[in-house]
């Protein structure tokens, strides 16, 4: 691994960050509140370290592999996640173990919180916890890829390392246009979404921190009680709506630019996403319907639809404490943590496209036992999966399942019961925020022993990287040439 190289671009990350908290510290200085010193000592520390990184790396123009590609992409979260920690340590909103656990889930959009009160923290703070969640969401790696080729370090191995799904595709021939054109996107969702909560109800500082908790699938509320503190059905409604867009492909957005609204509809995966979510909001509202829990249909229909989405999406907002619903409807949750969006989404999870390969690869594996000499070949949107592809779902299932057992295991031994450890650590891994039963939609994380909390830290970021990334970074052979 080239450190140079490295170090340059954790440089700029650390540059990123550090003036993504002007916002904030300008919001505290307008309303001459008490976190102006802990955002600008934030700041000024994340300058001089980038100072620092960046006159480390050298001035010659730097190449980036494949482990460089992967070092870059696992540090950036980490040094990210210990910078952004710093206004909520300086502040003595909490200790440092909390504070790196509240920026690690608001970077890799988990949305698990540790703070009790939330409507106690400064509307800096509040707009720093958004942030981290706008920025973590379509990646702070692929926004500095706009700008990387300026620095002499193509990025596309660190591309390929950090965009969520199975395949990492270029929409745009350029790199750094690409990422461009994924960040229009983003951000035109985010203030579309922001006018309607505005008009909706909403003050123009909530409205734009819902949204981009709403865009980044990441959930994060100004709020005690989540979205339930505003009982505006048209609210409700309008982050249903932005939640599900933001759990498809941004890939298939450009199809629509185009005009190619067939491509878009026929895509199988977003197909089996709209399914998944129809299916299961229908079954869990008849569960509701049939156990006297709500009286009105709508209010039935929009509850289910609301959870279900924010679950799949893995964005977590809230209205309803769904840990006191039927059990049926908990396990088709957990079942929806395990599944997540649309690869290449903001989403996390397993990915349904992942679940597609490898049940299309299973259909084909039992054709080949009815039909020994027949030629079989798995495909997906009529296009034949590559054997690689399937290699890789399948590994990465193999790792998912290692990792959550294993760190499910860890978690009991501290005393925790097994359904808190076990939804504790799906909702970590998965990105998800909430869990169930002591970690459930209107707990918090903070009683959780700090050994733990670390450990689910790096559950967060091994699920926002899609596992592999992160895994590469504890073996020897990355960093030798």
């Given at each position: 691994?080239k ?21 904030p ?13 802990s ?25 980036m ?37 509240e ?32 920025m ?10 706009a700008?990387?080729p ?55 500082f909530?409205?734009?921190a ?72 229908g ?11 709500f ?21 977590g ?44 690869q ?54 925790i ?38 450990l ?26």
């Amino acid at each position: 691994m080239k450190i140079k190289t490295v170090l340059r671009v954790l440089s700029l990350i650390c540059l990123v960050v550090s003036f993504a908290m002007l916002p904030p510290l300008l919001l505290e200085i307008y309303d001459w509140g008490h976190d102006i010193s802990s955002l600008s000592m934030s700041m000024m520390t994340g300058i001089i370290l980038s100072w620092i990184l960046y006159s480390s790396s050298g001035t010659e123009n730097l190449s980036m592999g494949i482990r460089e590609g992967v070092g870059v992409t696992g540090f950036s979260w980490l040094t990210a996640s210990a910078l952004g920690a710093l206004p909520y340590w300086f502040s003595g909103a909490a200790s440092y173990t909390d504070a790196f656990f509240e920026t690690m889930s608001g970077f890799t959009t988990t949305g698990a919180t540790i703070f009790t009160n939330i409507e106690g923290l400064s509307r800096g703070i509040l707009l720093w916890r958004a942030l981290t969640h706008w920025m973590g969401g379509m990646g702070i790696i692929v926004l500095s890829l706009a700008v990387l080729p300026f620095l002499g370090v193509s990025g596309m191995e660190m591309y390929k390392a950090e965009v969520p799904g199975v395949t990492a595709e270029k929409v745009t021939p350029r790199l750094h246009q690409t990422a461009i054109r994924l960040w229009s996107v983003y951000v035109f969702l985010t203030l579309f979404e922001t006018v309607l909560l505005y008009f909706g109800g909403m003050s123009f500082f909530d409205a734009f921190a819902h949204s981009c908790s709403t865009i980044a699938t990441g959930g994060f509320s100004t709020k005690n009680n989540s979205i339930a503190y505003f009982t505006s059905p048209f609210i409700q409604w309008v982050i249903i709506i932005f939640m599900f867009a933001s759990g498809v492909n941004f890939s298939l957005y450009f199809l629509l630019l185009q005009k190619n609204f067939r491509g878009f509809t026929e895509d199988e995966e977003f197909r089996s996403y709209v399914t998944i979510i129809l299916l299961s909001a229908g079954a869990i509202s008849l569960a509701l319907f049939i156990a006297g829990k709500f009286d009105r249909v709508e209010y039935i229909v929009r509850q289910s639809l609301f959870h279900v989405v924010s679950v799949i999406t893995t964005t977590g907002f809230i209205v309803e404490d769904y840990n006191l619903w039927p059990e049926i409807t908990k396990f088709i949750f957990i079942l929806l943590m395990f599944i997540g969006a649309s690869g290449g989404s903001t989403g996390g999870g397993c990915k349904v496209s992942r679940f597609l390969i490898l049940g299309h690869q299973l259909k084909a594996e039992i054709w080949k036992l009815l039909h020994p000499r027949a030629v079989i070949t798995a495909r997906m949107n009529g296009k034949p999966i590559p054997r690689g592809t399937m290699d890789s779902a399948g590994a990465f299932f193999v790792l998912y399942m290692f990792i959550f057992v294993v760190s499910t295991l860890i978690t009991t031994a501290f005393g925790i019961d097994v359904l808190t450890a076990f939804t504790g650590v799906l909702t970590c891994l998965s990105n998800v925020g909430p869990g169930l039963n002591a970690l459930g939609p209107v707990e918090n994380f903070a009683w959780l022993p700090g050994l733990v909390k670390w450990l689910f830290s790096f559950c967060m970021l091994a699920g926002r990287l899609e596992l592999f990334a992160v895994l590469l970074l504890f073996m020897p052979g990355t960093y030798k040439k």
